[in-house]
Structures are given as C-alpha cells and as structure tokens.
T-cell receptor
Framework: GAGVSQSPSNKVTEKGKDVELRCDPI?????LYWYRQSLGQGLEFLIY????????KSGLPSDRFSAERTGGSVSTLTIQRTQQEDSAVYLC???????????????FGAGTRLSVL | GEDVEQSLFLSVREGDSSVINCTYT??????LYWYKQEPGAGLQLLTY?????DMKQDQRLTVLLNKKDKHLSLRIADTQTGDSAIYFC??????????FGAGTTVTVRA
C-alpha cells in the first residue's frame, strides 16, 4: 500500500481479554517495528522484525505480549489478559531495511488506540 | 537505554520562528531525526541529520547539532497554524533502534 496501515484504529476492551493489533507495512519494506506511546511519554520500542524473524524482542514488557509476522509482510501484535496499564497507542513502522540511513527511515502508521476498561 | 529529553510545551505566535530543543546522552549516535505528529495521525519524518554535520536546512526547517554538548534543535521559520503538532526528537546509535523523546507540543496562536 501507499503507507503503513494499522487496524483497528481504536479498540476498547475489558480487563482480562485478549486483543490483536494488525500492521500492514509499506510494500517491499523488510523491516517492521512496533512501538508503544503512553500518554505524555515518548515512544517505547517493543519489537523489531527483519523479514519474518524477530531478532530483538527486548522491548516487550511482559510475556503477555507477543508478535508475529508472516510472509514478510503483515504483522500482528497480541496482548493476552489485558491490563489497564496496557492502555496506550500502539504504533507500527516499517523501513526498507535496517542498515544505512536511506534504508532505515522508519515510516509510521496512524496507530491503534487501545483502551482497557 | 539511551535518554532523549525535550521540553514538553512551546507556544509561538503565527509568523514568528519556533525553536524546539532536544538533548541526548548516547555519544555513539549516528543519526538524529525530527518527527511531527498531528492529532490522530502517525509520526511523519520531517528531517534528519548525520552526526558529522552541524547544520541542515530544508525550506523553513533548520536543524542545528552540537555534538559536543549532545544538543539538537529544530527551528521552524514563519510558523503557521498548520505547524501546531507534537514534535519528537529521535536518535539512532549503531543499530536500527530509535530512541525518542517525550515530544514537544507546539501551539501556534494567532
């Protein structure tokens, strides 16, 4: 597609439920990133994919969080047994690669606003 | 992780220049970026600067980098109402990770 697409744009869920957030990167971009933006804070890195593999999961806050990427394209971020502190905007970005500057410019989607009641 | 700090708010009159400041701690930073976020939208890359440069100009935007002091600034000339947004400073070390500041909310008043 023309840009990074995320769905849903808004998600309201009850505490304890599982949620899935989807990211469709720019066509041809091999690198994909998930970030979390909490109110009044900067972006917190969650996970990075190169192709279908995730060499860096260091930012995932707990084992309730997982992500996968299939076909080198679409990625899904899953949060199990959601808690109120999971409420945030989840942003996805993609880049051509992860090397030189030209390849590492990260293009962001509009995000999914998650509210856990 | 690396720390990136920005002031949280800036109010500027339409037509004046805006200056947004950022400091970072990672001495191995290779590239530094400015992103803009409008309400309900994702982050839009405005400009970036390589760490061996002191200044970069792009139309109304001027980026200044003081590597010794680890200080980055973004100047917006002739600020317009459409410039009202949150501006994020980000730095990249020797890998792919970007470390972001908390963002500066710029409000342009008539």
């Amino acid at each position: 597609g023309a840009g990074v697409s995320q769905s849903p744009s808004n998600k309201v869920t009850e505490k304890g439920k599982d949620v899935e957030l989807r990211c469709d990167p720019i066509s041809g971009h091999t690198a994909l990133y998930w970030y979390r933006q909490s109110l009044g804070q900067g972006l917190e890195f969650l996970i990075y994919f190169q192709g279908n593999s995730a060499p860096d999961k260091s930012g995932l806050p707990s084992d309730r969080f997982s992500a996968e990427r299939t076909g080198g394209s679409v990625s899904t971020l899953t949060i199990q047994r959601t808690q109120q502190e999971d409420s945030a905007v989840y942003l996805c970005a993609s880049s051509l690669g992860a090397g030189t500057i030209a390849k590492n410019i990260q293009y962001f989607g509009a995000g999914t606003r998650l509210s856990v009641l | 992780g690396e720390d990136v700090e920005q002031s949280l708010f800036l109010s500027v009159r339409e037509g004046d220049s805006s200056v947004i400041n950022c400091t970072y701690t990672d001495s191995s930073s290779t590239y530094l970026y400015w992103y803009k976020q409008e309400p309900g939208a994702g982050l839009q890359l405005l400009t970036y600067i390589f760490s061996n440069m002191d200044m970069k100009q792009d139309q109304r935007l001027t980026v200044l980098l003081n590597k010794k002091d680890k200080h980055l600034s973004l100047r917006i000339a002739d600020t317009q109402t459409g410039d009202s947004a949150i501006y994020f400073c980000a730095e990249r070390g020797n890998d792919y990770k970007l470390s972001f500041g908390a963002g500066t909310t710029v409000t342009v008043r008539a």
